[in-house]
């Protein structure tokens, strides 16, 4: 049974440009959420994926973008990056509902510059 | 939306010591995570807990639904424990707006 992996693991981008992340989700996980880490904060939520469908969307703006594709793997994109966009980006795979834990990945670091 | 309250937010301590990690929140949620982040970044899922108590290994996390308020134990502490713990929660009827997490309790254990 696979984890969840996270690529590229660092990034650096130049303020203005986009950036696409990408997660493969644990094996049999049908549940995709991605989050955002501040250095020093705890992880905010983004936006959960399930079946392909945005199901779910916290407190960010539209140029936070996601595709979840059949295999379940998933994309976070990321239009006209900013200076504060720098954080580290985790991805979590689950099952749908309360019952089910979570697995993360290790995470890609941006840095925008 | 409520904040997740974590604390201590710096904890050292020297190997063998009890350590206690404490977690609030304010309204209802269908579920508490413990979660662990190594330097580098990835977490790792220590405990899901929806009422009562759970224990594996060194590790046992309790949770009051009344009182709101969660507790990370561990027994014998060990410098690899040394990392961050995170507290997160799942609101009631929260499924798909995902984990509200605290900011984290950093643990060093000396030897």
């Known amino acids: 049974e696979t984890g969840v992996t996270q690529s590229p693991t660092h990034l650096i981008k130049t303020r203005g440009q986009q950036v696409t992340l990408r997660c493969s989700s644990q094996?049999?996980?049908?549940?995709v959420s991605w989050y955002q880490q501040a250095l020093g904060q705890g992880p905010q939520f983004i936006f959960q994926?399930?079946?392909?469908?945005?199901?779910g969307r916290g407190n960010f703006p539209p140029r936070f973008s996601g595709l979840q594709f059949p295999n379940y793997s998933s994309e976070l994109n990321v239009n006209a990056l900013e200076l504060d966009d720098s954080a580290l980006y985790l991805c979590?795979?689950?099952?749908?509902?309360?019952?089910?834990?979570?697995?993360f990945g290790s995470g890609t670091r941006l840095t925008v510059v | 939306k409520n904040e997740v309250e974590q604390s201590p937010q710096n904890l050292t301590a020297q190997e063998g010591e009890f350590i206690t990690i404490n977690c609030s929140y304010s309204?209802?949620?269908?579920?508490l995570h413990w979660l662990q982040q190594h330097p580098g970044g990835g977490i790792v899922s220590l405990f899901m807990?929806?009422?009562g108590k759970k224990k594996h290994g060194r590790l046992i996390a309790t949770i009051n639904i009344q009182e709101k308020h969660s507790s990370l134990h561990i027994t014998a502490s060990h410098p690899r424990d040394s990392a961050v713990y995170i507290c997160?929660?799942?609101?009631?009827?929260?499924?798909?707006?995902?984990?509200?997490f605290g900011k984290g309790t950093h643990l060093i254990i000396q030897p």
């Open positions: 309204v209802g949620i269908s579920a």
């Open positions: 094996s049999g996980h049908n549940t």
């Open positions: 807990l929806s009422s």
């Open positions: 979590a795979s689950s099952l749908p509902g309360i019952l089910y834990g979570y697995t």
């Open positions: 994926y399930y079946r392909e469908e945005e199901n």
């Open positions: 997160a929660v799942l609101y009631s009827g929260g499924g798909a707006d995902g984990l509200t």
